[in-house]
């Protein structure tokens, strides 16, 4: 699997962060922002069920 999609990371105008600090999509962001994000927790999940859920990052 490639990288954690860096399309969501480097667009800032996309996300902010939440009282967790994650990140997370914004309510406006395009639909090229919301595959990207859909993307992105897709591969999280896959990181999760081979390292452990939270081990990887």
């Given at each position: 699997?490639?990288?954690?999609?860096?399309?969501?990371?480097?667009?800032?105008?996309?996300?902010?962060?939440?009282?967790?600090?994650?990140?997370?999509?914004?309510?406006?962001?395009?639909?090229?922002?919301?595959?990207?994000y859909q993307h992105?927790?897709?591969?999280?999940?896959?990181?999760?069920?081979?390292?452990?859920?939270?081990?990887?990052?």
């Amino acid at each position: 699997m490639e990288k954690l999609d860096l399309r969501l990371a480097s667009n800032p105008d996309w996300w902010e962060r939440n009282e967790n600090y994650a990140k997370v999509l914004k309510p406006n962001a395009p639909k090229e922002a919301q595959d990207s994000y859909q993307h992105f927790l897709e591969q999280c999940k896959y990181y999760d069920k081979i390292y452990g859920k939270g081990k990887w990052g």
